[in-house]
Nanobody, 123 residues
């Protein structure tokens, strides 16, 4: 069993930065690929970044490449999402997720979800 708790969301202006944190509990944390999804009002939940534990592979959605960076610290059981050069289109609820690397982009296959943290970017 893995429990995920996000923090770090908030209200910022376009061009600002935010860092989200996801603290995980549970001994099996390091077995999972970790990712960040986001869901804007009226839209589906989509994967924006993911990190695979065994080969350090990463994935980024085209919309965030070059602006967002995912990292994890297995010693601290924490995953981070550094978000730079934020734009209003980044406004969403951001969810931390744990799952299989090969199916990370498929929300229904995610094993564990955090509760979500709201990020609002004003223009």
């Amino acid at each position: 069993q893995v429990q995920l708790v996000e923090s770090g969301g908030g209200l910022v202006q376009a061009g600002d930065s935010l860092r989200l944190s996801c603290a995980a509990s549970g001994r099996s944390f390091s077995r999972y690929a970790m990712g960040w999804f986001r869901q804007a009002p009226g839209k589906e939940r989509q994967l924006v970044a993911a990190h695979n534990w065994n080969d350090e592979a990463t994935y980024y959605a085209d919309s965030v490449k070059g602006r967002f960076t995912i990292s994890r610290d297995n010693a601290k059981n924490t995953v981070y999402l550094q978000m730079n050069s934020l734009i209003p289109e980044d406004t969403a609820i951001y969810y931390c997720a744990a799952g299989s690397w090969l199916r990370m982009a498929v929300a229904r296959t995610i094993a564990y979800w955090g509760q979500g943290t709201q990020d609002n970017v004003s223009s």
